[in-house]
Nanobody, 121 residues
Framework: QVQLAESGGGSVQAGESLRLSCVAS????????MGWWRQVPGKEREEVAA?????STRYADSVKGRFTISKAKNTLYLQMNSLKPEDTAMYYC?????????????????WGQGTLVTISS
């Protein structure tokens, strides 16, 4: 079975940085889309960034220029710089095995358990 395990969350002050990691296992697909999503209680889960097997990336407007998604071997990363209080959320690693990333309105097929990021001002 496909498993995604996030780590790296924590509590930091505004302006600081964090790097989230997601280890993926249990898959044999050569084409995939992996991404980071975040959710605040009571609100819809939103896509933060995504990357496909070719390395193409996309970002939510709210994080462009501050966050960077990347991957190496079976690990997905999200480098988060210049963090703001509004970035506070539960962050989830997600995956979908398609040739390119689907429109975020369709969601993803596999999810990690989440890692909490709290930014104080």
């Amino acid at each position: 079975q496909v498993q995604l395990a996030e780590s790296g969350g924590g509590s930091v002050q505004a302006g600081e940085s964090l790097r989230l990691s997601c280890v993926a296992s249990g898959y044999t697909y050569s084409e995939y889309c992996m991404g980071w999503w975040r959710q605040v209680p009571g609100k819809e889960r939103e896509e933060v960034a995504a990357i496909d097997a070719e390395g193409s990336t996309r970002y939510a407007d709210s994080v462009k220029g501050r966050f960077t998604i990347s991957k190496a071997k079976n690990t997905l990363y999200l480098q988060m710089n210049s963090l703001k209080p509004e970035d506070t959320a539960m962050y989830y690693c997600a995956a979908d095995f398609t040739s390119r990333c689907p429109d975020p309105v369709y969601g993803m097929d596999f999810w990690g358990q989440g890692t909490l990021v709290t930014i104080s001002s």
